[in-house]
């Protein structure tokens, strides 16, 4: 038996709706299954607009546009994230500022923001990992004081919430994905939330490849044209036909993925008392069960413990290179102070398979991970 970290997984009307998508004879963005997604995804996030885009990182990109990064201009974040929430910044000509995590949710150190602030500074960055939310009162406060955006990479996030909110609904703007690996997917494909109302137009034309295109099918102008920098941002209808049949049965999937948070976090509890460090989710917050990571004692035992797995047929990998280590990230971006949670976590993090019906393949996983754990620690 060979267990993936994730699998694709249909909910429900997905393939119907990609039919019904191809017999209304429009494929190409902005037809009647993404305004249905983007209503959706406004009722759940709470958020003033959102508008589907081909990814996450392409959200992010527009973000970093919208908010009006310049060369030289500075944005503080996360080294521990994926690679495009710096990339968004760097297109830009900007330069991502790392700061380092808490040790107990792995999300940027709030305590740590306002010493990164320089007069360069245009905006905070932060990233919601694993679907637990940041600590966002205390970044908005820094960003208020500061006159900084706010701009919450809630690729992980969808469905969480904290103090009652829902993520994306916590900055300026929000980035979500729905990445086949992620809880609501459609392959590739993302979307970006607006709660700053003056944000709104100018998004559509960066959208549009900086035209005012929505404005003239509104019949607010006689004729379209190139009013602004953009780029196609637009996912097909194929992919939000598919996003939408995930979108109608969301409360069936974080279900499913809760119950297999659940259920790890149970069987492993065990162990934290000998040293192994388990998800930890602030009682502000409430998560939506994305990923189920632990981490071991130091690296040596992280890799054998992935090794051991694979040749039992299990994939769990670990997850994020700290950026401000890369290459890119070196000639490209800098860092405020030291970073010893990050360089140090990174080092010990297993992420386990969790996917939509992952039925008995559970508990093959939960017993391989407690019987090797049990040998190692």
């Known amino acids: ?47 003033e607009a959102v508008l589907l885009t081909h990814s996450c990182t392409a959200a992010l990109e527009m973000a970093a546009m919208l908010i009006g990064i310049e060369p030289g201009d500075e944005v503080i974040m996360p080294s521990y994230t994926f690679v495009s929430t710096a990339n968004a910044v760097v297109l830009r000509r900007g330069v991502p500022v790392f700061v380092d995590i808490r040790p107990d949710t792995l999300n940027i150190d709030e305590d740590l923001i306002e010493s990164a602030i320089t007069p360069r500074t245009k905006a905070i960055f932060p990233v919601h990992y694993a679907g637990v939310p940041a600590e966002m009162d205390r970044i908005n406060e820094i960003a208020r004081q500061y006159n900084l955006y706010v701009v919450e990479d809630a690729a992980q996030a969808l469905g969480s919430t904290y103090k009652g909110r829902s993520a994306g609904s916590l900055g300026h703007l929000a980035a979500f994905s729905f990445h086949e690996t992620k809880n609501i997917i459609s392959g590739e494909g993302g979307a970006l939330a607006i709660n700053d109302k003056g944000l709104i137009e100018r998004a559509e034309i960066i959208r549009e490849k900086g035209t005012n295109r929505k404005r003239f099918f509104r019949g607010q102008v006689d004729k379209y044209t190139w009013v602004d920098a953009g780029s196609s941002f637009l996912p097909g209808e194929l992919i939000a036909a598919f996003l939408h049949g995930q979108l109608d049965r ?58 051991r797995l694979r040749e039992d047929g299990i994939n769990a990998p670990f997850h994020y290179v700290p950026l401000h280590t890369s290459p890119a990230g070196l000639k490209l971006a800098k860092t405020s102070g030291m970073l010893p ?23 093959r996983v939960i017993d391989r991970v407690v019987h090797h754990l049990d040998q190692m620690l």
């Open 341 to 363: 949670y990050t360089e140090n976590l990174s080092d010990r993090l297993v992420r386990l398979p969790l996917f939509p019906q992952i039925g008995e393949q559970l508990e």
């Open 250 to 307: 969301i409360d069936v999937i974080q279900s499913d993925r809760m119950t297999t948070w659940t259920r790890y976090n149970e069987a492993l509890q065990p162990f934290h008392n000998r040293g192994l460090g388990l998800p930890f989710i602030p009682q502000t917050c409430t998560h939506n069960a994305h990923l189920y990571y632990i981490i071991l004692p130091n690296l040596e035992l992280r890799q054998s413990l992935i090794a």
């Open 1 to 47: 038996m060979n267990i993936p970290f994730n699998r694709p997984t249909l909910a429900g009307l997905e393939l119907e709706h990609i039919r019904e998508a191809i017999g209304l004879g429009q494929l190409s963005g902005d037809g009647s299954f993404t305004y249905k997604c983007q209503a959706q995804l406004i009722r759940l996030i709470g958020a």
